[in-house]
């Protein structure tokens, strides 16, 4: 059972503006939809205002354009989403993980694990490697010799990190995450590829969280680097000696190619690629499922998406690309023709 | 070895009409071109009727439509494709795990595992979970606190459930499969991304199939949920409240974003996106590598795919993607002047 | 710390034309930039002479177009590329693991592990499975009943290899790859998918890379198939009864769909899809992100990428590929139009 808050130790905690009774109880965070009476519920866009109507909410957290629109007890935010994002961990604080080696756990010789770090059962801890205070290695983990993590980190069941890896503090990896595989080295030598050893590593810096079955190679020299703070969802691929510049937010499935340079802040969609040696500057959005083929110099949104449509329709239509060059040389003819026709009935003219 | 059934036997345990020897055994099921005497193989589309000719089976699954286009001892069913995939299952069980927990494994406080039930080598079983009958739990996989597995589950080596998941009976999920995972929920809060905690489940329903390394994140809130006979084939990511209807089959690496509600019945191809808060109605089937940016409402099939071609091809042509607008532009342009060209040209014979 | 070769040393190992010391001792392998005095580095690409200028390197490997490009000792070679790779893996030995199985390993019935293989620790090998010379599988690995490994072999941690799976020499597969699992076989049955048993297998030759959390099916009746010296990178998924052709080289997240054959010397960029069912030539390359959904007869490269651009002007464009017919047909319009007044415009003048 969640402990309860009154919406006054909400607002001293967080900030914002208390309207209505400061001292109802709330014990967890819902959908206004869903919410009962010792829930907190919030409103992140105007647009939805008309849900307030119907919520069974004890308390609603909404933005100064929406203090009025209800009646219930609630707090006015800047930025009401954050808010809630904070309410809810309040409320939600994640399990303590008992610290100490579960005894089917392995530590190699010469690991240095802090008093405070929990290491779950059959995780498997390489020689020399550090875990930081109060960080938590789930259950089948394994961390490579000499690896290095970071003070609270998380680590879900069945992560792998290879050996000499640097990794910052607050890691969150989720489930069948690897980090420090080998990049995809080939060479050709005389119709046999041959291996390239990956000997950088993977530079992991603060507040990073990595998701499900995320992979991120480690360098074939230099270092593969993720800056502080980026944020990155499940299934994406990262290659070596990529660097992911701070904050940056990645959506599922993407991938970025071997030596790209993405920069702070970016947002890239889902299923997205990022080709290999080109750089993307500071606040570039990529869309959902688009290649990004050429280096982007400039902040802003970027997309490559082909409409989809009734299947007839789209067989009808794509046909054409293969020869949309033609298509435009006929136009040009066309206009070639019409106005030397133009000139032609000019002269008739006069 | 396989143990062997005679024709009759297999058409009295899944209907259909014997023609020829009803006596003939049939040890294993095969393809036409490999199958031998002991061996019955199928025929689903009539288009490969000339393979009859060829085969050494000792028995063949067909249609009404092909039913006399052999003199081999066959089935004749409705459902070929159906049948042949029933055959293969009597012929093929899957091997019997021994009941109980290998000591190896590692049980927590409460958890409850049926006494038919099969929990293998360095599996672990968080606390308050529960095992349904014979239910098998691979190596490796690690099940969390408080999730509930139905009965007759297998999941093979290397799966993980995250804690306070509800999954129904009959669950076949493949290794590293990670279900129940964060979400990806992050607000911008001054510069940086604080995590939204994900305090929603994921429920699945009876007769789900999960391929290797695919992902289900657990809700932000609500839940995530797979309804009943869902078959999810590998590298799928699957985000958090997202809904698939019942009987709904995905292809390898397609991607469903946040709050997606997929109908039932639907097919989705290898590859395919359907972003975020959108709504596909039943029976809606997408190609391989399409995106759906948008809501579908009408039963059908959709695609967006660009046709491939020889690079120097594709070149010449993609290149005029961007600026398509401006030859519709000149298009236009181009029929007006031709229309008051005309006019002009009548106005001149008059 | 490494070991130093001289550079007559290497010369004499791995070929090539020496000039200026051949005394100078070699440590370690870094980039241009990087490299220090008892470094070598190399040039690959005459387009980035000009960083020979800056190089702190104690030698370099160029070839015979930048011979005299520099007067560091050097290495003139035919293929700078490649004798990189190898001076790489001289520098670099893949650290030795220690023949013997860990305690904590699980060893099933019948099983043969040869005395100089290593088994580390939680990894779990089934009844009857082959583990060959001085193969090393890693930390909760799991090698399926009757699966034969051959000699060489390195597995990183908690890859799965299902049971009756054959696989060649020197196998590296890094964590989270999934070999053997089951092909998405489903038959509709009145109203309800039904499994069809995957009793195939996957069988790989020898040299072959798999890169981390990539997935293959076995195959559903006859075997998927992966030709000596494949190189995978991670994230790919290969669908049953696949075969991929000897050394072809495929980049992350990149899809092969059921029954899709593969040819030799192929490359296959990131995130390709190619669907099922058809075949590719030898030699053909295939661009990120492009859909295949014929065969290919044909060698050369072949690519269907949709240009990025500002999302303002990817909506004015993108729009259009709803009316692609309509604009052609008014095109072929146009032309009919201007054909007809041409004529008329010329009647006129005579």
């Not at 004890?58 to 009401?80: K, M, Q």
């Not at 993980?97 to 690991?111: D, F, L």
């Not at 969280?209 to 944020?231: F, P, Q, S």
């Amino acid at each position: 059972m969640n402990i309860s808050y009154r919406l006054a130790d909400i607002a001293a905690q967080f900030g914002g503006r208390v309207l209505g009774d400061a001292g109802v109880l709330i014990a967890q965070i819902a959908t206004l939809e869903k919410a009962q009476s010792n829930h907190i519920s919030f409103l992140t866009n105007s647009k939805y205002r008309a849900q307030l109507a119907g919520t069974r909410a004890g308390a609603v957290i909404l933005g100064e354009a929406d203090a009025e629109a209800t009646d219930l007890p609630r707090i006015v935010s800047d930025n009401p989403y954050a808010y809630f994002a904070k309410v809810s961990a309040l409320l939600n604080p994640l399990p303590e993980a008992k610290p100490g080696v579960h005894p089917s756990a392995i530590v190699g010789t010469g690991a240095q694990i802090a008093p405070t770090a929990s290491i779950a059962a059959t995780a498997v801890i390489g020689d020399g490697a550090t875990i930081g205070a109060h960080s938590v290695i789930g259950e089948g983990c394994c961390i490579g010799a000499n690896t290095v993590i970071g003070n609270h980190a998380r680590l879900y069941p069945r992560v792998v990190v290879y050996h000499g890896c640097i990794i910052g503090d607050n890691l969150i990896a989720h489930s069948g995450a690897v980090i420090g595989s080998d990049g995809f080295g080939i060479a050709m030598d005389d119709g046999r590829w041959i291996k390239i050893p990956q000997i950088g590593r993977v530079v992991i810096g603060n507040d990073v969280e990595i998701g499900a079955n995320t992979t991120i190679d480690r360098g074939a020299l230099n270092d593969t680097v993720i800056e502080d703070g980026v944020k990155l969802d499940n299934q994406i691929q990262v290659a070596h000696n990529v660097r992911i510049g701070a904050h940056t937010a990645i959506a599922g499935c993407a991938g970025i190619a071997g030596s790209a340079v993405i920069g702070r802040y970016c947002m890239i969609g889902g299923g997205a690629r990022i080709l290999g040696h080109l750089e993307l500057a500071d606040h570039v959005e990529i869309a959902a499922h688009t290649l990004v083929g050429k280096s982007i110099r400039e902040a802003g949104s970027y997309a490559a998406i082909f409409p989809f449509s009734k299947i007839d329709d789209w067989r009808k239509n794509a046909v054409h690309l293969r020869h949309l060059d033609d298509l435009a040389k006929r136009i040009k003819t066309l206009e070639q023709e019409l106005k030397s026709l133009n000139s032609e009935s000019l002269k008739g003219q006069n």
